[in-house]
């Protein structure tokens, strides 16, 4: 399993923006899925949203219309752009990158970022 490596979180207020960062470990191609997870104390992992090597996103309601998802084959960068924040958006951030290689499923997770809305 790789290790994926986010980055760009931080303290906001409410109404702010922030842009998180994951670094792949391959081309956005290789993956057939990519997507961005959350965590908070005591709740489930929540799932934010996601994006295919077609390009299809989809979104958590929690997020729709706030929080885009992007991705670059060049940098092999995975994005998250928020806008909009609010306070119930404070949480552990996770990038996760699937894909199968000769028929081996894999399931990348980055380290976590910590986004944090408050004023």
């Known amino acids: 399993q790789v290790q994926l490596v986010e980055s760009g979180g931080g303290l906001v207020r409410p109404g702010g923006s922030l842009r998180l960062s994951c670094t792949l470990s391959?081309?956005?191609?290789?993956?057939?899925?990519m997507g961005w997870y959350r965590r908070t104390p005591g709740k489930e992992r929540e799932l934010v949203a996601t994006?295919?090597?077609?390009?299809?996103?989809r979104y958590s309601d929690s997020v729709k219309g706030r929080f885009a998802i992007s991705s670059d084959a060049p940098t092999k960068m995975l994005y998250l752009q928020m806008t909009g924040l609010k306070p119930d958006d404070t949480a552990v951030y996770y990038c996760?990158?699937?894909?199968?290689?000769?028929?081996?499923?894999?399931?990348?997770w980055g380290q976590g970022t910590q986004v944090t809305v408050s004023s």
């Open positions: 994006i295919t090597d077609g390009g299809d996103t």
């Open positions: 391959q081309n956005p191609f290789s993956y057939y899925l």
């Open positions: 996760n990158a699937k894909s199968i290689v000769a028929g081996i499923r894999y399931d990348d």
